[in-house]
């Protein structure tokens, strides 16, 4: 049972333009959201994380998109660079009274490539 | 700062042998995971300690792994009569608490022949 689905295995953009990854979630104990890039050989970068309180959150060129009611969520990077080339994953996490939010739920990632 | 660092960076063993990972969390990071990553999947989680808690082991894949955290630091992986499966990114992970983003270690890659 795959609780968090990145169905784009890859994605190629232009340098410049916005790329858009996206996850969808099927647990509804999920309220903690997460990205994280992976280059080859070293472990993930923790990016942007949103809470089930809000629908976006932003932190320079990085949007996270939360659609509760969809169970969906989404990662822009505008605008797109050559070093933002990498493996994203998506993560969701439970809290709450007895909750495992500290038990991160990963896709299987999105190998995004910007072409210069 | 120092990240989270583990060791060794690599790890290549013969079937049926015992393996010991490593990894030393963040200074002051009182949570720490244990996740491994098998090719093409993403990562699944393993094991979990919070300060002096009980270890949450629910992700243990059998009886064959075990892990410990000793004085609330360095943390130990220890996979028993290794087999082909076990073949595997190991990450570390610590964060200052609960819900608080995870910063993870670059990994062991543990090849088992």
């Known amino acids: 049972d795959q609780q968090v689905k990145q169905n784009s295995p890859s994605l190629s953009v232009q340098e410049g333009r916005i790329s858009i990854l996206n996850c969808d979630y099927t647990?509804?104990?999920?309220?903690?959201f997460l990205w994280y890039k992976k280059y080859p050989a070293e472990g993930p970068t923790f990016l942007i994380s949103?809470?089930?309180?809000?629908d976006k959150n932003e932190d320079g060129r990085f949007t996270v998109f939360l659609n509760k009611s969809a169970k969906h969520l989404s990662l822009h990077i505008v605008p797109s660079q050559p070093g933002d080339s990498a493996v994203y994953f998506c993560?969701?996490?439970?809290?709450?009274?007895?909750?495992?939010?500290?038990?991160?739920?990963f896709g299987k990632g999105t190998l995004l490539t910007v072409n210069p | 700062g120092a990240g989270v660092s583990q060791s060794p960076s690599n790890k290549v063993t013969e079937k049926g042998k015992d393996v010991e990972l490593r990894c030393d969390p963040i200074?002051?990071?009182?949570?720490l995971y244990w996740y491994r990553q098998s090719l093409g999947q993403g990562l699944e989680f393993l094991i979990y300690?919070?300060?002096?808690?009980?270890?949450?082991k629910s992700g243990l894949p059998s009886d064959r792994f075990s892990a410990e955290r000793t004085g609330g630091s360095v943390s130990t992986l220890t996979i028993q009569r290794t087999q082909q499966e076990d073949s595997a990114v190991y990450l570390c992970?610590?964060?200052?608490?609960?819900?608080?983003?995870?910063?993870f270690g670059d990994g062991t890659r543990l090849s088992i022949l």
């Open positions: 992970a610590s964060s200052l608490g609960r819900a608080q983003p995870q910063h």
């Open positions: 647990n509804s104990m999920f309220d903690y």
């Open positions: 200074s002051g990071h009182t949570a």
């Open positions: 949103i809470s089930s309180i809000k």
């Open positions: 993560a969701g996490g439970g809290a709450g009274s007895g909750g495992s939010n500290y038990k991160l739920t």
């Open positions: 300690f919070q300060g002096n808690s009980a270890p949450d």
